[in-house]
C-alpha cells in the first residue's frame, strides 16, 4: 500500500502533486501540510501533528469535512513528519512517499534521515517533487531506475564512505568507494546503454535523479533489486 505524506515544506507544481496524491492509497498530511492540500482541493484521510502550523479556521474546516485529526504534545522529540510516516505505517503502508520535503535545510536533512530509517525496516521510500525524486539505500541494497537517457543522477554517501556499483551511467563504477568528504558520485548521467542501476555494497547512500513534470511519478525508482 503506498502512502503519501505531505509535509510543511516547500511545493511547486499544484497539478503534479495532486496527481501524486490520486495514486496514492493512503494521503496523511503533516500539519501544515494540510494547508496546500486545501490549497489544491484534496482532502487526507487524516492530518498528523501538533497543529501549531494550522489556524484554528483550518482546524475547524477540517473538523467539518470530518478528517481525523491524529493529535500530538507540541513539546516532543520528533517531528510531524516522524510521527506522519508512523502513522502510514501504522495504517498498513509498505511504500511511503514524501512531499514537500525539501525546503529549510534542516528539515530536508531530517527527511533523509526518515528515508534511512525506513530503508533500514526494509520499507521502500523516497522524497517526491516534480524535478527531484532521491531515495535511500542501505547496503546490501539495489535499485533500478526507469529515467531515460541524460537525466542526471547523484550518488551521495550518508554517515561515512560507501561502496557501491554503478551501472548504466555515463561514469560507470564497479564496488569503488565513494568518500563521505569528496564529491565523486554527484552529477553522474544515465547513459541509456542499458538498465541503469545502484548497487550498494557496503555504508548508506541517498540517490538523487533529477526529473521533470512529465516524468513518471510511479516508476522514477523502478525495482528493488
Known sequence: MRAVVFLDGD???????????????????????????????????AVVGDFDSLDPDSVRRLEATR????????????????????EALRRGANEVVLAGATGAL?????HLAILR?????????????????????????AVGLAAPTGVRVSVVPLGGDATVTLRGFDYPLERGVLPADACLGIG?????????????????????????????RRTTFADRL
Not at 478528517?67 to 508512523?86: C, F, I, S, Y
Open 11 to 45: 511545493y511547486a507544481g499544484p497539478g503534479w502533486h495532486r496527481a501524486l496524491a490520486g495514486d496514492a492509497d493512503l494521503v496523511l498530511a503533516a500539519d501544515g501540510g494540510a494547508r496546500f492540500l486545501a490549497g489544491i482541493g484534496v482532502t487526507p484521510c
Open 67 to 86: 478528517v481525523e485529526l491524529v493529535r500530538h504534545p507540541v513539546r516532543k522529540d520528533v517531528t510531524d513528519g516522524e510521527l506522519a510516516v508512523e
Open 106 to 110: 534542516d528539515h530536508t536533512l531530517g
Open 117 to 141: 530509517r525506513l530503508a533500514a525496516r526494509g520499507v521502500a521510500a523516497r522524497l517526491a517533487a516534480p524535478d527531484l525524486s532521491v531515495t535511500v539505500l542501505v547496503a546490501p541494497a
Open 188 to 216: 553522474n548521467m544515465v547513459a541509456g546503454t542499458g538498465p541503469a542501476v545502484v548497487d550498494a555494497h557496503a555504508g548508506t547512500v541517498a540517490v538523487l535523479v533529477e526529473a521533470d513534470e512529465a516524468f513518471p
